[in-house]
């Protein structure tokens, strides 16, 4: 699912933010917001099926989901769920569920995590490379107009279905998450731990950041359906709930498509109990606070940040339990806000964004498209991470600290691209080879081997002799040669070389023509 990236010298620095909170769950006096219904996998047309049903039982129809599960939501009463379960069709019904953004206040945590350390994620206050990955962002919207700061590629309104080129972010949460994971590093304003990736903002939050769980699965089988272009999902959201047959069926189809989920613990100083955190098919992230972007314990909470726990301490508010996988810095994080300016969040769905952006950067080098690939991304997490911190939730188990320290994982390079080309302007000894290249975010040579055999023997540099960057469909190269023998076949190829090691183009041939002689006529004279 790799895709090339941008061309240089557009980038510019971003950051962004995210919070949000829990607040309630389908009371016992309350009607429930509807019901998410999952079909079995041979069930054809989903959305017919979801139409007779809710015409038969006089439901209310919200959502259907072709992609990553067959199903639907709608609303029904009580007594007409009990007769819908005796359909053979239906897997499982479960109730629909308000939940809002997970958040609280902020730390900026790319320095805790050790990406600003690593040269191979190139933190260099210039816009040189760009994270070549797709993450889609699950949230309240990211605002668009913030292209010095952030590459939203693309953007759906999945609140009611999935409107693609709408879903206007108003409030700051999904901008904020954005951030983190990938505000692009120009020297101004902050930069996130991929910078430059590409960002799907999939608004499942309404402008006041709530949003029920049908909605989120509106999401997700958006996501689901542009799975061969997305890597990455980050989910800074929950819903309470002891566990969801509905969410399992779709994410088991994104993890076989390639495609890893990254959510937020939530922020209730307990033992997880929402999703899509409490699923095993996650990467669940609680927080931790840190306020000098060092471990030891010795920073120092600002003002507008304290009361969330000591530094290098579980921030108190994180949820905890033997469903999180991974830590990261949740408290006092510094990102970008909707219509410009920065500000600080607190919250578990601050520290899933630093995740993701770690994620991504994985999946630049696996370019994962199975659930093999998305459970090496998994474990890769947690194998790299370190446990230079204090867990004071008395669970027992101290989960790894994000850490992207090791270079040959996190990051920013690839191997070239490079692809022999047709030949031009042929004479008997002379013409001009072509090609095209991708320097793969890195500083990149590029020559042609041409010889009468497969074992070449010369050498021509291309033009341009070098390249750094990402180019969106590959950069023409050129050589000419000259000196060339008639009537001989030579095969050439194009080859490109980076940090990350050489790239042979095909081999391919071309014959050049006999030399013409003029011939004269003595009887002419």
């Known amino acids: 699912m790799r895709h090339p990236g941008i061309r240089l010298a557009l980038l510019v620095a971003v950051a962004a933010v995210a919070a949000g909170t829990l607040s309630s769950t389908v009371g016992a006096e309350e009607a429930p917001l509807g019901y998410v219904v999952v079909l079995r996998d041979e069930v054809k047309g989903p959305a017919q099926v979801a139409r007779e049903h809710a015409e038969r039982f006089d439901g209310s129809l919200l959502a259907t989901y072709e992609h990553a599960l067959k199903g639907y939501a709608a609303k029904f009463t009580e007594a007409e769920i009990e007769e819908l379960r005796k359909d053979p069709k239906i897997v499982s019904i479960e109730p629909d569920v308000q939940g809002e953004g997970l958040a609280q206040t902020t730390p900026a945590g790319i320095n805790r995590i050790f990406a600003a350390a690593n040269s191979s994620i190139y933190i260099n206050q210039t816009s040189d490379r760009w994270a070549t990955v797709d993450v889609a962002v699950l949230d309240s919207g990211i605002d668009q107009n913030l292209s010095e700061e952030l590459y ?135 927080a931790i606070a840190d306020y000098n972007g060092s471990s030891g314990g010795f920073g120092n909470p600002p003002s507008s940040c304290s009361g969330h726990g000591p530094d290098d301490h579980r921030a108190t508010f994180s949820n905890y339990g033997p469903k999180v996988d991974v830590t990261a810095p949740g408290v006092c994080i510094l990102s970008t806000l909707v219509g410009g300016g920065y500000g600080y969040r607190n919250g578990t769905s601050m520290a899933a964004p630093h995740v993701a952006g770690a994620a991504a950067l994985l999946a630049m080098q696996k370019d994962p498209d199975s659930a093999a690939d998305v459970e090496w991304i998994k474990k890769t997490l947690e194998e790299e991470g370190n446990l230079n911190w204090t867990d004071t939730s008395g669970d027992g188990i101290k989960e790894p600290l994000l850490d992207v320290r090791d270079g040959t994982l996190f990051d920013m390079r690839l191997l070239p691209e490079a692809e022999s080309g047709p030949v031009s302007d042929q004479q008997a000894t002379s013409l001009v080879l072509h090609g095209m290249v991708n320097p793969g975010n890195d500083s990149t040579t590029y020559q042609f081997e041409y010889g009468p055999t497969t074992s070449y023997g010369a050498k021509a540099p291309a033009s341009p002799k070098a390249m750094l960057g990402t180019v969106p469909a590959g950069e023409p190269v050129s050589e000419p040669l000259t000196n060339l023998t008639p009537s001989t076949t030579y095969h050439y190829r194009l080859v490109a070389t980076n940090s990350k090691g050489t790239v042979y183009g095909a081999d391919r041939t071309f014959t050049t023509p006999r030399r013409y002689v003029p011939r004269f006529d003595a009887e002419s004279y």
């Open 152 to 286: 939203v590629f693309r953007r759906t309104d999945c609140l009611m279905g999935c409107v693609d080129g709408s879903g206007t972010a108003v409030h700051w949460h999904g901008t904020h998450v954005a951030g983190t994971i990938a505000a692009i590093d120009d020297g101004s304003g902050v930069v996130g731990v991929a910078s430059g990736a590409r960002l799907w903002s999939v608004k499942v939050l309404n402008d006041n950041s709530q949003g029920t769980f049908a909605t989120y699965l509106n999401g997700l089988d958006w996501v689901a359906e542009h799975s061969d272009e997305i890597e990455v999902i980050n989910s800074s959201v929950g819903y309470y709930s002891s566990g969801s047959p509905a969410l399992d069926k779709a994410q088991q189809e994104l993890n076989e498509a390639g495609v890893i989920n990254i959510a937020a613990a939530g922020n209730d100083n307990r033992v997880i109990d929402m999703v899509p955190a409490i699923s095993d098919k996650v990467v669940t992230v609680s």
